[in-house]
């Protein structure tokens, strides 16, 4: 639980490090318009390094103000295409058995739209009293287009148990299997865009999920199957790094 809140603490001080070489506007007399980086604007010059990259002189004259271009800021929010989600979260809470703050590791992929939208499937490997594979689909949505952009979420899919130590006993018809279930997480948090293509997400969410044990037995003339449900309910703490 330390680790995972000493790493959010560091990750909200990346986007301050990562705003050197803002781009700017140079707004000349006549009304036209140069953007780039601005290197240097002395002895009477500016120095303009543009996107290509190159740099090029403008004479202080000609120009009657310099803007700064705040959309530079906005462009992993607005643009479309692929993402790469990798997901490290705690789930804290109690069941039964007493068990506590449990990891959870995801790896999704999808595409996001320019409203905002993002639609993909994932995966993972999180241990809940037995190890599990979860497979899901997600639903994100980014209701603003900014530096600090909060979001939505919505994850529903299923965990298969990756359990190994299943008891077979044919000599007393006896059987036992471990299996996964349902699972739905929601939640909300927000995305800090530290560089162009890459983004920070900190979220706190519901998480809950459901596992089941099978007991088959066949002993003599009587024969049974007992099904153990365990319903898992979660706060989850998550920290993400979003890949465009």
Same mark, same amino acid.
């Given at each position: 639980? @330390?680790?995972?809140?000493?790493?959010?603490?560091?990750?909200?001080?990346? !986007?301050?490090? +990562?705003?050197?070489? =803002?781009?700017?506007?140079?707004?000349? %007399? %006549?009304?036209?318009? *140069?953007?780039?980086? *601005?290197v240097?604007?002395?002895?009477?010059? &500016?120095?303009?390094?543009? /996107?290509? !990259?190159?740099v090029? +002189?403008? !004479?202080?004259?000609?120009?009657?103000? =310099?803007?700064t *271009?705040?959309?530079?800021?906005?462009?992993?929010?607005?643009?479309?295409? #692929?993402?790469?989600?990798?997901?490290?979260?705690?789930?804290l809470?109690?069941?039964?058995?007493?068990?506590?703050?449990?990891? /959870?590791?995801?790896?999704?992929?999808?595409?996001?739209?320019?409203?905002?939208?993002?639609?993909? $499937?994932?995966?993972?490997?999180?241990?809940?009293?037995?190890?599990?594979?979860?497979? #899901?689909?997600?639903?994100?949505?980014? !209701?603003?287009?900014?530096?600090?952009?909060p979001?939505?979420?919505?994850?529903?899919? &299923?965990?298969?148990?990756?359990?190994?130590?299943?008891?077979? %006993?044919?000599?007393?018809? #006896?059987? @036992?299997?471990?299996?996964?279930?349902?699972?739905?997480?929601?939640?909300?948090?927000?995305?800090?865009?530290?560089?162009?293509?890459?983004?920070?997400? $900190?979220?706190?969410? &519901?998480?809950?999920?459901? =596992?089941?044990?099978?007991?088959? /037995?066949?002993?003599?003339?009587? /024969?049974?199957?007992?099904?153990?449900?365990?319903?898992?309910?979660?706060?989850e703490?998550?920290?993400?790094?979003?890949?465009?």
């Amino acid at each position: 639980m @330390r680790i995972i809140v000493s790493v959010i603490l560091i990750t909200l001080a990346i !986007p301050a490090l +990562s705003q050197k070489g =803002v781009e700017q506007t140079l707004v000349l %007399n %006549n009304g036209s318009r *140069i953007s780039g980086i *601005i290197v240097n604007d002395t002895s009477g010059n &500016y120095l303009l390094k543009l /996107s290509a !990259p190159q740099v090029i +002189s403008v !004479p202080g004259s000609w120009v009657s103000s =310099v803007e700064t *271009i705040g959309k530079k800021q906005h462009r992993y929010s607005q643009g479309s295409g #692929y993402y790469l989600r990798f997901g490290l979260s705690m789930l804290l809470g109690k069941s039964e058995e007493n068990e506590s703050n449990m990891l /959870s590791i995801s790896l999704s992929n999808g595409y996001k739209f320019r409203n905002g939208l993002m639609v993909g $499937i994932g995966s993972g490997i999180e241990e809940m009293t037995m190890p599990l594979l979860p497979v #899901y689909s997600e639903v994100l949505y980014h !209701p603003f287009s900014s530096h600090v952009s909060p979001f939505v979420y919505l994850k529903s899919g &299923y965990a298969f148990s990756l359990q190994g130590d299943e008891e077979n %006993n044919y000599w007393y018809g #006896y059987s @036992r299997e471990s299996r996964g279930g349902f699972l739905l997480n929601t939640g909300a948090g927000i995305l800090l865009q530290t560089w162009d293509k890459v983004g920070i997400n $900190i979220a706190l969410g &519901y998480r809950f999920q459901q =596992v089941s044990v099978n007991e088959d /037995s066949n002993w003599s003339s009587s /024969s049974y199957v007992t099904e153990y449900v365990t319903r898992f309910n979660r706060i989850e703490l998550q920290l993400g790094f979003v890949f465009r």
